[in-house]
């Protein structure tokens, strides 16, 4: 299993466009890249996954290089509601995937 | 299509006690996950089920705790003779099919006093 690195927290302002980036260096050929949210007291949540280049839906974007040791994660204008911790996740199915301490995000007005 | 329910949202019990924790899937999924999260930190993988059958149980601990998944109701992670370290928040996840995305229940927060 892959494992990821990903900064354990940042700071932002509303408005701002955030980038999360994580390190996989040891991805498989099989691999998909995965980013869930979590607010306190909840369950994650699926935000979005990508195996290579560029993926876009209307939270965020993925972008992956062509290596895909590494993957970045795009929130356009956040506002106070994301904040959140938000985790990258490295697998090719989903029966472990694994969960690190993620990136706490926080959001400033 | 209601989400993946989970139940209690809070349970308290001594130590000693046993504590069962429900999930019941989203409609048309076969596939449930428990994960366990201790404050400040991130989920831990416990057990992968898939109707009837254990997948992997890698993650969960091989004294006292014990995952089901039957062929009507909802999926059990049960804990005998719990102790004040198996406080936490249980995630039961479910998904249709190995290669989805999991969706995630609002968790039960486990507390042993």
């Known amino acids: 299993l892959a494992k990821t690195t990903q900064p354990i927290s940042m700071d932002s302002y509303e408005g701002q466009e955030v980038n999360i980036t994580c390190s996989h260096n040891?991805?498989?050929?099989?691999?998909?890249i995965t980013w869930y949210q979590q607010f306190p007291s909840q369950g994650p949540r699926f935000i979005i996954q990508g195996y290579k280049t560029k993926v876009t839906n209307e939270v965020a974007s993925l972008f992956i290089p062509a290596d895909r040791k590494s993957s970045t994660l795009s929130l356009p204008r956040v506002s106070l509601s994301d904040t959140a911790v938000y985790y990258c996740l490295v697998g090719g199915n989903t029966d472990k995937l694994i969960f690190g301490t993620g990136t706490r995000l926080q959001v400033f007005p | 299509n209601a989400g993946v329910m989970q139940n209690p949202r809070h349970l308290v019990r001594r130590r000693g006690q046993e504590a069962r924790l429900r999930c019941s899937p989203m409609k048309g999924h076969s596939h449930v996950y428990w994960y366990r999260q201790l404050p400040e930190e991130g989920l831990k993988f416990m057990v992968y089920?898939?109707?009837?059958?254990?997948?992997?149980e890698s993650g969960m601990p091989k004294e006292r705790f014990s995952a089901e998944f039957p062929k009507e109701g909802p999926s059990i992670l049960r804990i005998q003779q719990v102790v004040r370290g198996d406080s936490a928040a249980y995630f039961c996840?479910?998904?249709?099919?190995?290669?989805?995305?999991?969706?995630f229940g609002s968790g039960t927060q486990l507390s042993v006093l």
């Open positions: 996840a479910s998904s249709p099919r190995q290669d989805e995305k999991l969706f």
């Open positions: 089920l898939q109707k009837e059958n254990i997948i992997d």
């Open positions: 040891n991805i498989a050929t099989n691999d998909y």
